[in-house]
């Protein structure tokens, strides 16, 4: 696998892929701001909580590597002020940059991390219509979008995406 990393990328950046492998991984959240929350919001808990953070290039995004536990119990996830979303889900929102006022199917979508994200941007106003096989699933996402008092945007939809390829 070395091999084949140094003959695509190159040695030097190999070893920055290696390096960046063995480095100990972080969770992302992402404050909720149809909350009303802001970043400073969230950064100033975690401060109370003596969780040290890292803010992300995309705004509403801070990186945590330890405190996982203090951020649970101290409820911030349950009193809907912020989820735990990859960046990578994040640059994808970022991509398909929700507009207020549109309307968005989101296939394949339980849990929901996506969902939430593009609902929030739409700033109350606009749908995300949210399919999933998976009617647990949806569920949790619909827990979530109530959490998130995103449920009067997000619609869940049960079926299969295959049927609709036809
Ligand atoms: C990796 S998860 C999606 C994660 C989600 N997009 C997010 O951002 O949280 C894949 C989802 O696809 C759903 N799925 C798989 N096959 C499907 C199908 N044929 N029709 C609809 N949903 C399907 C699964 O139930 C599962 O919830």
Redesign the pocket.
């Known amino acids: 696998m070395v091999r084949r990393w140094i003959r695509f990328l190159g040695k030097e950046e190999a070893l920055k892929l290696m390096n960046w492998n063995n480095s100990d991984p972080y969770f992302s959240l992402r404050v909720n701001t149809t909350n009303g929350y802001t970043r400073d919001d969230l950064v100033n808990r975690l401060e109370d909580l003596q969780v040290h953070y890292e803010k992300s290039i995309m705004d509403e995004f801070v990186r945590i590597r330890e405190g996982m536990q203090a951020v649970l119990q101290a409820g911030l996830l349950k009193e809907g002020m912020c989820a735990v979303q990859d960046e990578s ?1 994040g640059f994808v929102v970022s991509v398909v940059d929700p507009q207020p006022g549109e309307t968005i199917m ?10 939430l994200f593009m609902a929030s941007r739409l700033a109350g106003q606009g749908k995300v219509s949210a ?4 009617k647990g ?1 949806l569920r949790i996402l619909m827990e979530a979008a109530k959490c998130h008092n995103l449920d009067d945007i997000i619609t869940d939809i049960h ?4 049927l609709y390829a036809t």
């Open positions: 889900a989101d296939c394949c979508a339980a849990p929901g991390g996506k969902t399919l999933d096989i998976n699933r079926g299969d995406l295959r």
